[in-house]
């Protein structure tokens, strides 16, 4: 015990945080950088701006959900309108009558989409919880609505569509090719992952917790609950808005789907699996969430079917997210107890692995036989053939599935047992450092 | 003549057809101690849950120094001055400790709802939470999540964020709950400390609490307050005793 006489509270502080979070956020904007010169097919880059693209819109929408403790079913409302206003926007800019560079066009709709959090947050956030909840989808079904009823403004069933060439262009920047229009999206996607950080530690942010853990508390500590929740909203629909900019910049249409509840649902996916109580999961959920949509939809019909499956399994396993699984496997290896998990490990991965093909053989033989039935039942799966009319496919197939589902069973319950004792032998060291 | 930190007058409260608070009128002045003391069922709990505005009355008037406070929201009622802890632990359980106390120095300091400010930029919220720290003891506990504190850390956490914010008039929901004896006296010391020169309304179960701490004792026995005195008298009451008390204040008083 120190008796000297430094007045309470008053010690320096040593923050290696600080330190470590420039480097962190260097070395993101390293990553945007270079990630188009590793991969550099047109494909890749079309899936880094839709990863762009949504870590902004997933990052808003945990803004009010992980962050601020509010399920909402309708934040596509506020991406979507955000959207609509751009996409008018950059036709008046085609016309000569809005002077605004394109660049600058996601602004847009991050204003749009906070005046609309102006508006129908007024409504939501007015509750909390289920009400809430039932709010947003009351909401979302509206817009969804009105955008069919209101051809003039949001184009029907074929949506707006505009022309991002436009004016002349500034330092050889035309964004015609699908690059620039990346390096636009990273940096958008940047400058809001940054101001996204930066407002969960102010004291908005930080009583948006409070709220979301204990709103009673809050509200005996002078803080009006339903004014930090509508306040979050409003900033929450901000960006939002501007993943809407984005979105028509890159797209150059858009259509009802953009408001839809689809994309609401998917937003709510993307942070739930990447983690919603951590800053990052949601990053991390948007790109899985991408690769899902847009990389397996290439390969399978049934990309819908088995994002379901991952994220019921996500829900039932890992309800943390990947950021959680993550940061409890970085513990693990910290305590240098990762050796005695590597058995554990393989029985679950190599028994999970069969029983994903078992599936996967069942889901494509089914998908191909009552979809394609035209082009007959014999279809190539891993390369291999397959033919759903004859019955030994199949028996493969269920024996594979019961086969691997078993096995998977009894290495997941030794996975747990080990993962236990391991996490038991944390909590004792931890214990003995403090008392140390 | 200043007016009193809390007064009420005629202060009724009914559920359904229910009176459970029948005519309460109370006058605490200025950098009083005093406890509420009652049994079980008889409205303390709802009393305060009135006075802090958690509950609105049914009729009557309450005034928060001179301030008629009556059907203000809780956070309205905290923004003039009073703040109160709960009976069951209410805290932030997965904050830091030190993130619970800063919580409750925010709003006070004028940050309110700011986006604009950085939080670990605000010297004096942070030097206010270290302060209230280090004075409930928990400065050995600053970084744990509150929820991991053994009990009487907890309480004493709540305590620290029921002042943390610098109301004039606290008012604690049984402090002493549950604890052991030497807990209790620990507790009995840091809210002696901790509302030094404030106004303090507590309902409190734990007799010798009470007559360690209060100034002055209110009891309360089904919605009413039947005496309203100095312990000593208190103590000397025979309605108190008939109504109560009866054998514990005389163990209290020769114990």
Not at chain 1, 189 to 214: E, Y
Request: net charge neutral.
């Amino acid at each position: 015990m120190s008796t000297n006489a430094a007045p309470a509270g008053r010690e320096i502080r040593f923050e290696p945080i600080d330190v470590g979070r420039w480097f962190v956020w260097g070395f993101t904007a390293l990553v945007f950088l270079v990630l188009p010169l590793i991969f550099r097919s047109g494909f890749a880059i079309t899936l880094l701006s839709q990863m762009g693209i949504l870590i902004v819109f997933a990052l808003s929408y945990n803004m009010i959900f992980g962050q601020g403790g509010m399920l909402s079913f309708g934040h596509a409302v506020y991406s979507g309108l955000g959207a609509f206003f751009a996409i008018h926007a950059m036709n008046w800019i085609s016309a000569g009558t809005l002077p605004l560079p394109i660049s600058l066009l996601p602004l847009v709709g991050g204003v749009f989409g906070a005046l609309f959090g102006v508006l129908f947050g007024y409504v939501t956030t007015k509750k909390a919880g289920t009400p809430f909840a039932m709010i947003t989808l009351g909401i979302g079904e509206m817009v969804f609505a009105a955008s069919l009823m209101f051809p003039g403004f949001f184009g029907g069933e074929g949506g707006i569509s505009g022309n991002r060439v436009v004016g002349e262009p500034f330092l050889g920047i035309t964004y015609g090719p699908a690059i620039q229009v990346y390096y636009l999206i990273a940096t958008w996607c940047f400058v809001s992952m940054v101001a996204m950080f930066a407002f969960s530690h102010t004291p908005l942010g930080r009583i948006s917790n409070a709220v979301r853990d204990n709103p009673e508390r809050a509200e005996f500590l002078g803080y009006d609950t339903q004014r930090v929740r509508y306040l979050v909203l409003i900033v929450s629909a901000f960006f939002a808005g501007i993943s809407g900019g984005l979105a028509a910049i890159n797209f150059e249409i858009v259509t009802a789907e953009n408001v839809s509840a689809a994309r609401s649902g998917g937003v709510l996916l993307a942070a739930f699996i990447g983690g919603a109580m951590f800053f990052f999961g949601p990053i991390i959920g948007s790109v899985i969430f991408v690769l899902f949509a847009i990389a397996l939809s290439e390969w399978t019909k049934a990309w819908q079917f088995y994002l379901g499956v991952f994220f019921v399994v996500m829900v039932m396993y890992a309800p943390g997210g990947v950021a959680s699984l993550i940061l409890m496997n970085l513990r693990v290896m910290k305590y240098r107890l990762f050796g005695r998990m590597r058995d554990a490990y393989t029985g679950v991965l190599l028994s999970g692995a069969v029983l994903l093909v078992g599936l996967i053989l069942l889901v494509e033989m089914s998908y191909h036989l009552t979809l394609n039935f035209a082009t007959g039942s014999r279809t190539k799966i891993f390369g291999f053939g397959f033919d759903g009319a004859q019955p030994e496919f199949w028996v493969l197939a269920v024996g594979t599935t019961i086969g691997g589902a078993l096995a998977f069973e009894a290495m997941r319950r030794r996975f747990a047992s080990d993962w236990g004792a391991v996490q038991e032998q944390i909590e004792d060291q931890v214990q003995r450092e403090q008392r140390a | 003549m200043t007016a009193p930190a809390l007064r009420l007058s005629g202060v009724r409260k009914s559920f359904g057809k229910t009176e459970i608070i029948r005519g309460v009128d109370l006058e605490i002045p200025k950098g009083e101690r005093h406890a509420v003391i009652g049994p079980n069922g008889a409205g303390k709990s709802t009393l305060f849950n009135l006075i802090s505005g958690r509950f609105p009355v049914s009729a009557g008037r309450i005034e928060l120094a001179g301030r008629d406070v009556t059907g203000l929201k809780p956070f309205e009622i905290n923004r003039l001055g009073l703040s109160r802890s709960f009976q069951i632990t209410n805290i932030f359980p997965k904050m830091s400790v030190f993130e619970n106390v800063r919580c409750a120095t925010l709003y006070p300091l004028g940050y309110k709802y700011s986006f604009w400010h950085r939080l670990d930029a605000l010297e004096d919220a942070a030097e206010r939470a270290e302060d209230i720290v280090q004075r409930i003891g928990l400065k050995g506990r600053r970084d744990t999540v509150a929820g991991l504190l053994t009990y009487a850390e907890q309480r004493a956490l709540e305590i620290g964020i029921t002042v943390a914010g610098g109301a004039d008039v606290i008012l604690l929901d049984e402090p002493t709950a549950g604890m052991s004896r030497s807990e209790s006296d620990a507790a009995v010391e840091l809210i002696r400390r901790m509302t030094e020169g404030k106004t303090l309304v507590m309902v409190e179960h734990d007799m010798s609490v009470v007559f360690g701490l209060a100034d002055r004792i209110s009891v309360v026995v089904y919605g009413e307050v039947i005496a309203s005195d100095a312990p000593a008298r208190i103590r000397e009451n025979r309605a108190v005793q008939e109504a109560y008390l009866g054998t514990t204040l005389t163990e209290v008083a020769h114990g």
